[in-house]
């Protein structure tokens, strides 16, 4: 299965996002391909948020390898799951699906009808605790969402 966590610019959530379901699905063993992207060009190129980097990597998850990108639309064919982070990048993501694309396109929060975590606040403008604030959200989200893709065995 292929996962693709999305926030506005890339370098925050997402790529947390991405660490986090990564590190969780081994610990489910569950095979998964995950990436991260932004719905915006600000950071294409750049590696993570050194406070996302610190945050995750305080609980061993290395984001290093990373650098943001933005979706394009090959992304909704691609992958399974569009993972966005709140209702603005979902809008955007939203507009600009393919009509025949095979991406499930939803916000991360609120993947089925009866569970909502709700968006998942951009730290990008506060302090360090925002991205622990962000860091322990997205682990409750991503554990939760792990369990529901899971394969019946």
Known sequence: MNLLVVCLGNICRSPAAQGIVERAALQKGLHLNVDSAGTAAYH????????????????????????????????????????????????????????????NVVMFGEYVETVSFGEVDDPYYGDESGFQTMRLHLTEIADSFLEYIKPVK
């Not at 995750?56 to 399974?80: C, H, M, N, P, T």
């Open 44 to 103: 294409i190129g750049k590696s993570p948020d050194r406070r996302s980097v610190n945050e995750l990597g305080r609980v061993g998850i290395d984001l290093s390898r990373q650098k943001a990108r933005q979706v394009v639309v090959s992304d909704f064919y691609k992958f399974d799951w569009v993972l966005a982070m709140d209702r603005s990048n979902l809008q955007n993501l939203l507009a600009m699906r393919p009509k025949d694309a095979t991406a």
